[in-house]
Structures are given as C-alpha cells and as structure tokens.
C-alpha cells in the first residue's frame, strides 16, 4: 500500500526567507500527489497535485512542488515566505490502481513564519 | 459554490456515551469520505461512499463505528459507544467521482472531546 513520509514535523522560516517543506512517498504503481494546507480549527485546503504531465507542478500562494520519480519525492518550495503561510502542510499519495481514491496522508509539517 | 458543510463543530460527551455527526457534501459530488484525524497526524481514511454504495470501509472500527449514506446525498458517522481513543476531529469529504487523482475537497471537521 502506499505511504507518504513528511521529514520534519516542525519548520521555522524567517518572513521572506525559503520555504521547503520535505515529502516522500512509496507505492507500487504511478502515483498521485498532493499538497494540502490546513490552518488552525479549519478543514485541508488542496494547494496543488500532480497527476501527469509536467512534473513541476505551481499551486496557490505562490507554492510549488517538483515531482522526482528517481528520489521518490514531491518536496514543497516557496521562494519568499509570508506570514500568512504560517499552518499545517500535509503531504498525500493515491495510488492510480484500484479505481477507488484510497488517498494517504503524512504526519503533516508545522510551518512558522517568524517575522 | 457552497463547501462541504459539517454539523455540529464542536461535542464534548462522556465515554460510553454515543455521538453522530453530519455532512453534507458540495452539490454533485458523488464520492463522500469520512476522515478521522488524530492530533499530531494526518487525516486516516473511515469510510468512502459512492453514492449510497459502500466503496470502502477497511480501516471503520466497525464493532464502534457506524455511517451510512442513505440517499447518495448527506450522510451521518455514529460512534456508540465512544472511548477516550475516539478524540479526534473528524473530516468529512467530498469528490466529483471516485477516480484516482481526484480533488478530495475538506469541510471544516466536527471535534470531539470524549472524557
């Protein structure tokens, strides 16, 4: 089945600075990827997915994300953090084989912008 | 476009005590999920409806658990009875189909307090 790995559950940034937020991930069939963001006593909010095509993927926010097959990773980037950007980011893979949406999450990663 | 609506936000109950939560999915969609998210980790998939059928159910603590879809519209997730490990926000969900890749868009959760 497949699974997702968030390296580092907490990450700190200074306003302006880069922000890179690490995903790996394992399956056995090509798989789906996904950003989602979730701010405090809200829902997931989708930032971007890759499905096929164009392995850099842009989202919202300014976020982008580059699927690399031979890393097994779909790492998130953003080139000047804001304030605003300050949430949970998690992680997910849905395999593209049995027809249903079996999504898998990560831990999540902890994002503080510090100003 | 209205959102995935999820009632009651917020419950506190007594263990052994039972408790139902609603959702309501965005128009149209036919994929309902429910997702119950621990604090500290990522969403973990109950249940998935397509329509009022049953696509899957494999991680429901079904001896506990409970939710059904009658009408292929709204849907309701029971616990009976709770136990102080059922403390988590849980996330209702919804896609247009149930295709891998698809958008899963969030409501907003319903967090229970079980002590």
Redesign the interface.
């Known amino acids: 089945a497949q699974s997702?790995t968030q390296l580092g559950?907490h990450v700190s940034v200074s306003e302006g600075a880069l922000v890179l937020l690490r995903c790996n991930y394992s399956s056995s069939v090509p798989p789906?990827l996904?950003w989602?963001v979730q701010y405090p006593?809200?829902?997931?909010?989708?930032l971007l997915?890759y499905?096929t095509g164009a392995t850099l993927v842009k989202g919202i926010n300014g976020f982008e994300a580059e699927f690399k097959k031979s890393e097994t990773s779909f790492h998130l980037t953003k080139p000047s953090a804001h304030m605003s950007d300050a949430a949970e980011y998690?992680c997910?893979v849905?395999?593209?084989?049995?027809?249903?949406?079996?999504?898998?999450?990560?831990?999540?990663t902890r994002l503080t912008v510090k100003p | 476009e209205a959102g995935?609506a999820q009632s009651p936000r917020y419950k506190i109950i007594e263990k052994r005590q039972s408790v139902a939560f609603w959702c309501n999915p965005i128009s149209g969609h036919a994929?309902l999920?429910w997702y119950q998210q621990i604090l500290?980790?990522?969403?973990?998939?109950l249940i998935?409806f397509q329509n009022n059928g049953v696509?899957?159910d494999s991680q429901l603590p079904k001896d506990r658990f409970s939710a059904e879809r009658l009408k292929g519209v709204d849907s309701t997730l029971k616990i009976q009875p709770a136990k102080l490990e059922d403390s988590a926000v849980y996330?209702c969900?919804s896609?247009l189909v149930?295709?891998?890749?698809?958008?899963?868009?969030?409501?907003?959760?319903s967090w229970l307090t079980v002590v």
């Open positions: 997702v559950s789906y996904f989602y006593n809200q829902g997931l909010q989708l997915k499905t998690f997910a849905s395999e593209n084989e049995k027809g249903n949406n079996d999504m898998r999450f990560g831990a999540g | 995935v994929t999920y500290g980790q990522g969403p973990k998939l998935q696509v899957d996330l969900a896609s149930v295709a891998s890749g698809n958008t899963i868009y969030f409501g907003e959760g």
